[in-house]
């Protein structure tokens, strides 16, 4: 600690704000790919044949934290749908969604290793673990130049069949279905469902003596209004859609 305002005394304003952004620019996604793809042949061969794939993803509006999704090759649609609700659904939720979350990403390891399930045996939805077993990153390596690395796990099918809002979602479904655009609102429903289970985990992995109940309260309050707001938006369209048609009738 001292050291470090040592080094703050004596770096050139500017010089400081550089190193950082160095730092920053050190880890990226490119970064890791690089760093996994520089591993002995005969590791990368084993772990291709049993399977093994990383998809490695970020928030778009931060540097760090790095989202790794760790899945099975049979997986990898899921996995794809877990970087698209990182880079493109967390940009589209509202402001407020974001901030609700500013601490938790702000202070998270800024490597966040997905494991991602198809199930798991207790029926959760998801764990934070207490040390981080996925091979690659379960050791410290300079590719990561010292960066924190924290580990979850999330299980898919029960994202996809979790009642987060039962009354809500009975009355959504009834609405697209009539929209005939049921299927997408599904697609989008996971996705931010994923998106809440990942920061849910997250909010544990940064402050792992916060109450369950106000950690869920949290993510519970990030995934209805990220769905109310996408809903609005689609329901516009859908409702500009049937407008139209009738018009033409008329
Ligand atoms: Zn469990
Ligand atoms: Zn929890």
Redesign the pocket.
Known sequence: MGEMKQGEADAAPGELEWKSMEREHILSPGVIEEYLRSRPRWIRWREWASGRRYRVTRFLDRPTPLVIVAHSFRNAVKARQVALAVEQDWAAVPNRCRESYDEVLFNAPRLIVVQLRRS?????L??RHVAVKEPPFAEPHDAFGGASVGEMDIAYERVENWQALPLTDTALDTKFLQGSRLDEFHAQQFRLRMLSVLLHETNHLVFPHEPEVLVRQRSLGFYSEALASYVERAIATMSLTIDRSFSRLG
Do not use: A, D, T
Request: hydrophobic residues 15%.
């Open positions: 798991n045996v207790c029926k959760c998801g764990h």
